[in-house]
């Protein structure tokens, strides 16, 4: 019995014509037999040709020209076995980490990881997709720039999910469910931090978040739900929002966080707390804080997020709300396999839930 004949007939057709590929009977560049042709050489009919042309022309096998025909782009039908990774950072910071979870797992399997630096810049982020997709990458693992941003580059994602290949967006999630999503539950660590604070004694708290990324945004709602929850007010002048990037303009970056701090304390009632939007900008804010004579937590109480290297060094300390790192690398690796494998996107949603990490930044106010 033929092994194909179990087959939908527009799935038969697909796999001819990438036997007539496979054997050079259609070179790069030529016009592939008509609807017609087709549809009179399988006995099927047009709209059955149709279909399997469509997923061929999704996988970027075949392209069309308006009124002229389809054509054969000359991308092989076989996995590249290359993957690529985009980071807003290669910094040592947590991404050592990361990038440790997703080129262990995919080397495992065969792939290969090719790695951007998109220094948190959506252009630069547009650039090294772009060079990736020439390169052919099966799929695309990415940490979104600027996520909280309308101009990201969303619409490129979409662009080379029609291209049938799988984009695991990593640390961001969109509205859009177009997506599969590695994430923290956010909302829940900004919580967990301003909740504790609270526990201690703390009413004064302020903020500092960086709103061009969703995560921040994230925390930030999860901080005004701990405070509803406790009855405290919400005080505008707590509240500090961030723009310029730590890993994009850190010179800026550290103008920006020190003017931030000393507007915080440039008027009665100070604030007795700081949750950070991460540990970057908590040590940032203690070195800061130590410049003018204040110390962490005798002066002021300090939480960070993503517990990472920076607050276990040179006797820091810093109470932090944990980020899984490379377990996350691990499993958006794992779900960039399981689509190629299976030859299907999925729309898989991963969280993962922030636990509080205690260390000696924060002291009991009575």
Request: aromatic share 8%; hydrophobic share 35%.
């Amino acid at each position: 019995m033929d092994q194909d004949s179990y087959l939908p007939k527009y799935l038969k057709i697909k796999k001819d014509i990438k036997k007539l590929i496979k054997k050079h009977k259609i070179k790069p560049g030529e016009k592939i037999p008509s609807e017609y042709e087709l549809a009179r050489k399988h006995d099927v009919s047009r709209h059955t040709v149709r279909k399997a042309l469509d997923l061929l022309l999704q996988e970027g096998l075949l392209y069309k020209e308006q009124g002229v025909g389809t054509f054969y782009g000359g991308k092989s039908d076989n996995f590249s076995k290359m993957v690529g990774f985009v980071s807003i950072s290669v910094q040592d910071y947590i991404f050592a980490d990361i990038l440790t979870g997703i080129d262990d797992f995919l080397h495992d399997a065969g792939y290969q990881l090719l790695l951007g630096n998109s220094k948190d810049n959506i252009a630069r982020e547009a650039e090294i997709i772009n060079n990736m997709l020439e390169r052919d990458v099966d799929g695309l693992i990415i940490e979104p720039a600027k996520s909280s941003y309308a101009d990201n580059n969303k619409n490129i994602f979409h662009k080379i999910r029609e291209k049938n290949k799988p984009v695991i967006i990593l640390d961001s999630s969109f509205s859009d469910d177009s997506f599969s999503y590695v994430v923290v539950d956010d909302i829940q660590g900004g919580k967990s931090a301003t909740s504790y604070l609270i526990e201690r004694g703390h009413r004064r708290i302020a903020i500092i978040y960086k709103d061009s990324h969703l995560p921040g945004r994230q925390r930030f709602l999860g901080y005004k739900k701990a405070l509803e929850a406790a009855e405290i007010p919400l005080q505008e002048r707590y509240i500090k929002s961030y723009h310029f990037s730590e890993l994009e303009t850190p010179d800026k970056f550290s103008d920006e966080i020190d003017r931030i701090v000393d507007s915080l304390f440039s008027k009665e009632p100070l604030p007795t707390a700081i949750f950070c939007f991460n540990d970057q900008v908590a040590v940032e804010v203690k070195e800061y804080l130590s410049l003018q004579g204040r110390s962490v937590p005798d002066d002021i109480s300090l939480i960070g997020y993503d517990d990472s290297k920076l607050v276990k060094l040179n006797n820091i300390g810093i109470t932090s709300i944990s980020h899984p790192k490379k377990l996350a690398g691990e499993k958006a690796a794992e779900l960039m396999l399981k689509n190629l494998e299976e030859d299907e996107l999925s729309t898989d949603r991963i969280i993962f839930q922030p636990e509080l990490v205690e260390r000696d930044s924060v002291k009991d106010i009575n």
